[in-house]
């Protein structure tokens, strides 16, 4: 994020786009757009940027984009959909560029059809001299063993071998089995909702992600339930029939249905979950508990966000939030990871936050989107780990929550777990008095809070995140212990971080940033 000019915020962005005034230069008139007319607009003051087919003028928007206008002229003139896909997908821009619209992409003329790969070989062999032949058979081999292994072995066997899905009915139940081979397959690997005959049963497994999703030949109760058998990695979606009549038919499948694709190609999907209470955790900060609905099934894997989305004046917005846990747990006998129907946000109000002003105005009982989790943490960087170390700042505790709670109730072979807490003052410092009932609770955590602007009377460690800091108090328990750094909070603070604690000698490998 870069800082903003005054009057460049997003409520500022909102009101320009709704004076009515003419922010594409064409007088509300669509057009088609050619590749190369899309080229010549690659000037900051006339940018045109194409996404997903559709091509916004982002000139007025430039002083307005948090990130900056540099970011956003690395795409000028061009297809910008990888990067921002890259960058934020989950950003809502056909509503906050909506008036920024200069049309559609102009359709290419269809590609002449592929030659074979034979007549490649040849038309390659006649186009190179003898002695050069052997080399570039060699790699032109190389290179259509590769395409053919990338392409057509991994697609096809993952999605013909690895996925399928098949149903039966009882007189009461409807039964969706899905089949994904897959042996380590569980709950936060399968996200299903049912709303209005809708259903969406979704499995996600490294980076992939196959939908099935059919509008239900005849009405079903609300509740679902999902059963996984974890070994053979089998998937039931068992649905309650309204009427006790024979289907003759699942019902008819929607866009997407039966694909296996990049989980990334895949629009986040939302579901309206209810506020059921919200509490204050410190003068600024609350902990919102979110009601899923009866007919969803979803499980926010450890380290992992979602997006809530809202309307604000007319606007879509759309914000990230890591789910916590609803308290620290200090026996670790039960997993208390979650119970399933409830969501727990941890959110910080800003008093001049468009989206968290919002937030905090939402009554109990109200409604609010959540989409389908995100993130590319593993649990598994932690299960080999001995020394767990969080370095947190803010509201960059968040993922720390849940990833405390796991590796102390669930990975034997830690020796060490350390939370570093960074914040302005005492007064900012979340569930401290949890933090420390938990250190002396279990020997093998420790925490240390560190205050940047610290009243007169604060006893403890002061200071910014910094080599000396870290180098004090980031230490293996061994000489050779294997250790797991985490780091979360402002964008600044966790780049320094990042780059302090390679300098301190620690590989990437064992160093996780929390990121968007
Ligand atoms: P804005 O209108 O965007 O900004 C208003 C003012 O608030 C700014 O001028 C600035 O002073 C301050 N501000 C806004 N955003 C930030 C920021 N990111 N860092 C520092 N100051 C800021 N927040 C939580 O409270 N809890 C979470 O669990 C959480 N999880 C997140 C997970 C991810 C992956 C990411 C990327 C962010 C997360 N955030 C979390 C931050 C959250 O997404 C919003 O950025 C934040 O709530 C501010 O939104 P806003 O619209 O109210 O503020
Ligand atoms: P904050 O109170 O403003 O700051 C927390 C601590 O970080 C303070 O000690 C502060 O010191 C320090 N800090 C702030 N900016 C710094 C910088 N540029 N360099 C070094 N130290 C800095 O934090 P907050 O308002 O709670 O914000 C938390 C942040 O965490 C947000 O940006 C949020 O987006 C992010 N977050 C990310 C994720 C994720 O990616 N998964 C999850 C949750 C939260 P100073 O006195 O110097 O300000």
Known sequence: QVPLKPGRSLMDWIR???????????????????????AKHNKKEDCWICIRGFVYNVTPYMEYHPGGEDELMKAAGTDGTDLFD?????????????????????????AA?????????????????EDETVLCMNTFIIKYVLICLKKVFIFSLLYFLFYSYDWFQTDSLITIVIYTKQKDMNAELVIVDCEDKRLRGEIIVDGYSYLVQVDLDHAVSEEVAVNIAEKVG??????????????????QPCEGHNTFIKRTDRGLFYRKCKLV?????????????LMLPKATHLRVPTGHHVYLKQIITGTEAVKPYTPVLPFLPL????????????????????????????????????????????????????????????????????????????????????????????????DDILWRNQLEQLALKDERFEVQFILSQPAKDWVGKQGKIS??????????????????????????????????????????????????
């Open 467 to 516: 080599s000396s800091l870290l180098s004090e108090f980031v230490k293996r328990s061994r000489k050779d212990s294997k250790v797991l750094i985490c780091i979360c909070g402002p964008t600044p603070f966790t780049e320094q971080g990042v780059q302090y604690l390679k300098d301190l000698g620690y590989s990437q490998e064992e160093i996780h940033a929390f990121t968007a």
């Open 277 to 289: 209470s919200k509490t204050e955790v410190t003068h600024d900060t609350k902990l919102f508990c």
């Open 16 to 38: 320009l786009t709704k004076s009515g005034k003419d922010l594409t230069g064409l007088k509300g008139r669509l057009i088609e757009v050619t590749e190369d007319e899309l």
């Open 86 to 110: 890259q960058v934020h997908r989950w950003v809502n821009y056909e509503s906050m560029l909506k008036e920024c619209l200069v049309g559609r992409m102009s359709v290419k003329p269809i």
């Open 331 to 426: 026996d670790f006998q039960e997993p208390s990871d979650h119970d399933g129907v409830h969501i727990y946000l941890m959110i910080k109000i800003y008093s001049c936050g468009l989206f968290t002003q919002a937030l905090d105005c939402l009554q109990i009982g109200d409604y609010i989107s959540v989409s389908n989790p995100e993130g590319n943490f593993k649990k598994s960087q932690v299960q080999t780990s001995e020394d767990l170390i969080l370095l947190a700042g803010g509201t960059g505790f968040t993922p720390m929550v849940k990833l405390l709670n796991f590796a102390l109730a669930e990975v034997s072979c830690l020796r060490t777990v350390k939370l570093i807490f960074f914040n302005k003052t005492e």
């Open 113 to 129: 059809p592929k030659v074979s790969l034979f007549l490649h070989t040849l038309i390659f062999f006649q186009q190179t001299t």
């Open 234 to 251: 089998k998937v039931e979606i068992i649905l309650k029939k309204k009427d006790n009549i024979h289907w003759k038919m699942l019902g």
